[in-house]
């Protein structure tokens, strides 16, 4: 049999470039050894207008969900069994009830996909597994305890030549994170799964990267927070210098950081450090967002790095839902104080499963979900701000902070 996985992508920009989704790339590996695989980042229905596959298994991005929809209802149409799983189908399944998927899971899907192989009635025996015309109920599939168990990412992306060299060879070392910021689906995913954060040993995760990133410059952790767990921490940079021994980058949040910390990243090879601003203003930051930082603590942060030689990169958001262009010109001076090198702003959307999305619900505030969170029309949506504003705020954010006469 051939199994075909679909990634649904935004048309890559000069600021947007399409990168591997781990999930996808772990369960196509799985099925690889059982079966024929093919799997494809897709960015318009016409690219997948020729496949041919007993099984499409498609993951649900909530940004990407008329291409979703669509690609399931023409496949399904060719007498091709559909798959549908991934944060949407997890969090938000009633959005699927009139679209023809053959099979909706709800949770990890590498269980679910091991027992796919063996047969598609061992498959519908597990919970969250539901079948077209089932009452979807509210579980969800068995996960890997273990992810030192799992094959390593089947990489089907070659990135181009500068994301290879800027973003380099990502890899992600564990799943989940402590913190509950109210824009993020990890604290939803914490209640339904007990035990979901979960981390590599550090053998297992050096191994992936000796093994696969040759041409590649640099090494980049895409976990949400890679300095969480300071005991694996510090035996996996002692391995990383002695049989890796590349520059590195990774996301990690400003409460982590000290100048004892900075040094031993230093030593190990960091280069580049991401870190999380969102918004400005220490009360709206911690009621809003649950993200109890005080503008000092980021300024401190982005200080020690800049000190060590380290570049960084803030990670930032507007169209929050009590925005205003006070709020983001308070945002824009912040990042002028803090002065990284890189800059990165998005539009909030409220996914399915995120505190805020409840919150936009009871508070009657109808923000719309882009393409990805780099774009915006105009249409107005927040009390506080024009939805042309915001997008001039999105497209200008960057030179708005490099021009400090303003």
Not at 183 to 202: E, F
Not at 309 to 334: A, H, Q, V, W, Y
Request: charged share 25%; proline share 4%; net charge positive.
């Amino acid at each position: 049999m051939k199994f075909c996985f679909l990634s649904p992508f935004s048309k890559e920009t000069g600021t947007y470039y399409k990168s591997i989704c781990h999930g996808i790339g772990i369960m196509a590996a799985i099925a690889s050894k059982y079966h024929e695989v093919e799997v494809i980042a897709f960015s318009k229905i016409e690219e997948i207008s020729n496949i041919s596959a007993d099984y499409v298994l498609i993951s649900s991005y909530s940004n990407q969900m008329k291409l979703v929809k669509d690609s399931i209802q023409k496949l399904s149409k060719k007498g091709i069994k559909c798959i549908v799983g991934g944060m949407h189908a997890t969090f938000s399944p009633e959005d699927f009830i009139d679209i023809d998927y053959h099979i909706l899971v709800r949770g990890e899907g590498e269980l679910f996909i091991k027992a796919l192989m063996e047969s598609e009635n061992d498959a519908l025996s597990l919970p969250g597994v539901f079948k077209k015309g089932e009452k979807i109920k509210r579980e969800y599939t068995p996960i890997i305890k273990d992810l030192d168990t799992l094959p390593f990412t089947l990489r089907y992306l070659f990135p181009t030549k500068k994301a290879r060299n800027i973003m380099g060879f990502e890899v992600m070392t564990g799943r989940g994170c402590h913190y509950n910021c109210t824009y993020c689906s990890t604290p939803a995913l914490r209640k339904i799964y007990p035990g979901y954060i979960r981390q590599r040993s550090p053998e297992n995760v050096i191994k992936e990267i000796c093994d696969n990133s040759e041409g590649f410059p640099i090494i980049g952790f895409h976990d949400d927070h890679f300095l969480m767990n300071k005991k694996w921490l510090s035996k996996f940079l002692i391995l990383y210098k002695k049989y890796v021994n590349k520059p590195f980058w990774c996301n990690s949040r400003v409460e982590a950081i000290d100048e004892e910390i900075i040094l031993k990243l230093k030593n190990a090879g960091l280069k580049r450090i991401h870190m999380g601003v969102e918004c400005a203003g220490y009360e709206r930051r911690k009621k809003l967002l649950n993200r109890n930082i005080t503008d000092d603590e980021i300024i401190n942060a982005f200080y020690l790095c800049k000190k060590n030689g380290i570049k960084t990169l803030s990670f930032n958001m507007i169209g929050l839902p009590d925005e205003d262009e006070k709020k983001i010109m308070e945002l824009i001076k912040l990042n002028r104080i803090i002065d990284p090198e890189w800059i990165h702003v998005s539009i909030f959307q409220p996914y399915p499963g995120v505190a805020l999305n409840k919150y936009c619900k009871d508070k009657s505030i109808d923000i719309p979900y882009t393409e990805h969170y780099y774009t915006l029309g105009t249409k107005d949506y927040l009390d506080g701000i024009s939805g042309e504003r915001l997008g001039y705020f999105l497209k200008n954010f960057v030179s708005l902070v490099k021009d400090k006469e303003n």
